[in-house]
């Protein structure tokens, strides 16, 4: 598996992170490493796939490296690496929003496994807001009548029974029904309800 955005590594060891190179580049990835945060949040933060950080590292340790990450770029995934197996501290990084806590030594297999849980993780996301952004924009075009008539459509609603609710005709429904379809690009009434899903807000 290659990525053309590279997988960043930020530690400062110098021989943790020439080893985690070498190991990521035989796996086909691209690589960028940092001795610092500061040294990583000053290149490009958006071009990289995935993030790898030492949790203990001087000035900026990997805990606030990850929230400064999240607030930069919400999307990037982050692991976390330890020499320290504190179970609270993986909590912690896990609640803050780490996709995997791997101890030091990391086994190779374990490290590749997490990376490239990560990226699908991260780009399932993606689609999904993409997914979103292409249903709200789609919704907007709707008129106020329009919308109505797609509620009660998707709700299960019959045409009759739409009709009675909105005060107009059936052969109405059917003209705005057409017209719902049309501007949502959807070929039935199981892509109006997935368009619809796919607007809400996620929790």
């Not at 490493?33 to 900026?60: H, N, T």
């Not at 496994?113 to 924009?137: D, H, Y």
């Not at 109405?172 to 949502?184: D, F, S």
Request: some cysteine.
């Amino acid at each position: 598996m290659t990525n053309a955005h590279p997988i960043c590594i930020v530690d400062d060891d110098d021989e943790t992170r020439a080893s985690l190179r070498l190991l990521l580049e035989t796996a086909a990835f691209t690589v960028r490493d940092y001795a610092s945060a500061a040294e990583f949040l000053g290149d490009d933060v958006f071009g990289a796939a995935c993030l790898i950080a030492d949790l203990c590292m001087p000035g900026m340790d990997g805990m606030a490296l990850q929230r400064e990450v999240a607030r930069r770029r919400g999307d990037l995934p982050v692991l976390l690496v330890s020499g320290y197996g504190e179970v609270g501290l993986a909590v912690q990084a896990m609640k803050a929003g780490a996709v995997d806590f791997l101890e030091k030594p990391v086994a190779a297999g374990q490290l590749l496994a997490s990376i490239r849980r990560a990226i699908f993780i991260s780009e399932q996301s993606s689609a999904k807001k993409s997914e979103a952004r292409t249903a709200r924009r789609l919704l907007g075009q709707l008129t106020p009548q329009e919308k109505r008539v797609l509620d009660e459509l998707v709700a299960g609603q019959s045409n009759k029974a739409v009709a009675q609710k909105l005060g107009i005709s059936p052969r109405t429904v059917e003209v705005y029904r057409a017209q719902i379809m049309n501007k949502l690009n959807a070929h039935g009434l199981t892509d109006l309800v997935r368009t619809t899903i796919a607007a809400r807000p996620r929790k």
